[in-house]
């Protein structure tokens, strides 16, 4: 099976929150996974903002980063492409999503035309409610 990680998905693993070990054993198994280019954009600015906000320290923060590319050399990083840029600018299931939410959604559905058997992985309340209107499986259960 092959996963989309969505951003916070991937933090939540990254940082061992609840859901991360439901989010790890997926990424595991799953045969391929795909990400975007914003995904590791927008975690390594939630790493920032902890260190902003002193939840961690900078050093912390930094090895956070590394082990987030070290997971995600494997993996195939899309890029935000014309493809994905039009395909964000068009109107969604749920309107109200937003912008860098569809972006990613954009993203699996340009992936999606062709890895036809695509999951996306989502901690977000808004991703995995757009995600279903638009047919995919969303994981985690």
Avoid: K
Wanted: charged share 25%; aromatic share 4%.
């Amino acid at each position: 099976m092959t996963q989309y990680a969505e951003s916070s998905a991937v933090l939540a693993w990254l940082l061992g929150e609840s859901r991360g070990e439901d989010v790890a054993e997926i990424l595991v198994s799953a045969d391929l996974v795909v990400t975007s280019e914003l995904t590791l954009i927008e975690v390594d600015r939630a790493l920032h903002r902890y260190v902003a906000a002193g939840a961690f320290d900078r050093r912390t923060a930094e090895q956070l980063s590394e082990r987030l590319d070290e997971l995600t050399a494997g993996w195939g990083l899309e890029p935000v492409s014309r493809a994905v840029v039009e395909q964000a600018r068009r109107s969604f299931p749920d309107d109200a999503i937003r912008s860098l939410d569809a972006i990613h959604l954009a993203t699996a559905v340009v992936v999606r035309s062709s890895i036809a058997d695509l999951d996306v992985l989502s901690l977000d309340d808004r991703v995995r409610a757009s995600a279903v209107a638009l047919g995919f499986r969303v994981l985690p259960d």
